[in-house]
T-cell receptor, first 115, second 113 residues
Framework: DTAVSQTPKYLVTQMGNDKSIKCEQNLGHDTMYWYKQDSKKFLKIMFSYNNKELIINETVPNRFSPKSPDKAHLNLHINSLELGDSAVYFC??????????????FGPGTRLTVL | AQSVTQPDIHITVSEGASLELRCNYSYGATPYLFWYVQSPGQGLQLLLKYFSGDTLVQGIKGFEAEFKRSQSSFNLRKPSVHWSDAAEYFCAVAPYNTDKLIFGTGTRLQVFP
């Protein structure tokens, strides 16, 4: 059973389009995250949700809008895609937010290419 | 601000050789420290973590790491590398009472037979 799954695995689209990436975790975790990994492999947190509430928003352009319909799902919608949005986007989850140092479980990533 | 430095972008070792990957952090208090591994085309997997206590931490796949407060370091070691260890390794720090991971830039490990 996949613990953290993401769809799609690959996404190729044109500049200016709007696209969504979906994430689901079946671990019963309370907290979910979105990370962006750029072409140099640098990983940076974008958002964190705890029990469907936004906890972290790391100065990400407002073209990016996360949505958590329930605590098992955290989707990422991107409006007006730009070339610089090309990256691998990772979803992750952890037990909760209040206790430090919880292991984060990562999904397999979604490679977004903007042409 | 918290930060993590991994000085080695790329390391190549022979199978069976020992390995040490360096990690230095910048944080005002004792941080929570992690090492993650990313195999090609995969997500990240936790190797080990340090919060407090014994400064030598054992992890999965035969890895260990040592926390040295005086050097602000948390280096990852393995006594004998296997070809399957070839991957990207990330050191990360989480400030106290958060799960916000701040990653280093990663070290790519190549293993030759």
């Amino acid at each position: 059973d996949t613990a953290v799954s993401q769809t799609p695995k690959y996404l190729v689209t044109q500049m200016g389009n709007d696209k969504s990436i979906k994430c689901e975790q079946n671990l019963g975790h309370d907290t979910m995250y979105w990370y962006k990994q750029d072409s140099k492999k640098f990983l940076k947190i974008m958002f964190s949700y705890n029990n469907k509430e936004l906890i972290i928003n790391e100065t990400v352009p407002n073209r990016f809008s996360p949505k958590s319909p329930d605590k098992a799902h955290l989707n990422l919608h991107i409006n007006s895609l730009e070339l610089g949005d090309s990256a691998v986007y990772f979803c992750a989850s952890s037990q909760d937010w209040d206790t430090s140092g919880n292991e984060q479980f990562f999904g397999p990533g979604t490679r977004l290419t903007v042409l | 601000a918290q930060s993590v430095t991994q000085p080695d972008i790329h390391i190549t070792v022979s199978e069976g050789a020992s390995l040490e990957l360096r990690c230095n952090y910048s944080y005002g208090a004792t941080p929570y420290l992690f090492w993650y591994v990313q195999s090609p085309g995969q997500g990240l997997q936790l190797l080990l973590k340090y919060f407090s206590g014994d400064t030598l931490v054992q992890g999965i796949k035969g890895f260990e790491a040592e926390f040295k407060r005086s050097q602000s370091s948390f280096n990852l070691r393995k006594p004998s590398v296997h070809w399957s260890d070839a991957a990207e390794y990330f050191c990360a720090v989480a400030p106290y009472n958060t799960d916000k991971l701040i990653f280093g830039t990663g070290t790519r490990l190549q293993v030759f037979p």
